[in-house]
């Protein structure tokens, strides 16, 4: 799988620039990706669709919003495109709002991508290391932060003796649930509990049919409501990089 500074080209970075909504933010990210050969005009529209079918989920922590869509034939290339804004602009999200970052991803596959998901999760996870992202003066200072940070050693995910299941869900199963996902396994990681419990990420529809499979489902507000009375927990988490908001909510339905 590809890690973060590869999957981010210098000319897919536009920093500091101004925006009149989150549509504008959108469009600005896919247009990146399409000068980059990356995607056709096509996958920016599908983009901004998502946000407008199924709510502001993709904004999953304050001030960032990862804009993605479904593997198509407008995708040539797995690549990712970052956009920092001079000024945050309204989703329309109820707890993440304004967004002042928004961070692009065409992918060709469901897994090519995963390792530069985590990483770049656990990047803005960390106070110390968002506040060198927001600092960068140029994308080769950006693409420089992330390569040095990407070097951290990963988390072993551990999944073959794991006896339960806890599903991530987003509208595709490709972008905010990966990055659930990367946070809910570090905190099992931290309790002991990795070897345990299965985390699985995915998308709405096989969510309804995997449910039964599963103890809880976290997700965001949005998706929760879509998904509706599956006959297990349904837990919101608002901020998905946030591991102390997701530690609380295994608390609480774990009753720890």
Known sequence: MTSLSELLATDAIALDVQVPHWEAAIRLAGQLLECTGAVEPEYTEAMVDVVKDNGPYIVVAPGFAFAHARPSRAVHTTAMAWVRLAEPVEFGHAKNDPVSLVVALAAKDSTEHQKAMAQLARMLSKPDTKALLDAAMSGQDLLAILGDQSAAPEPEEIT???????LTVCGNGLGTSLFLKNTLQEVLSRWGW??????EATD???AKGKAKEA?????????AHTLGDLGVPVAVIHNFTDPFEVDAVLRDLYDV
Do not use: F, M
């Not at 990795?194 to 985390?199: C, F, G, L, S």
């Open 160 to 166: 073959d003796t794991a006896r339960n299941k806890i």
């Open 194 to 199: 990795a070897p345990y419990i299965t985390v």
């Open 204 to 206: 709405t529809i096989s």
């Open 215 to 223: 103890d809880l489902i976290l997700t965001s507000g949005e998706i």
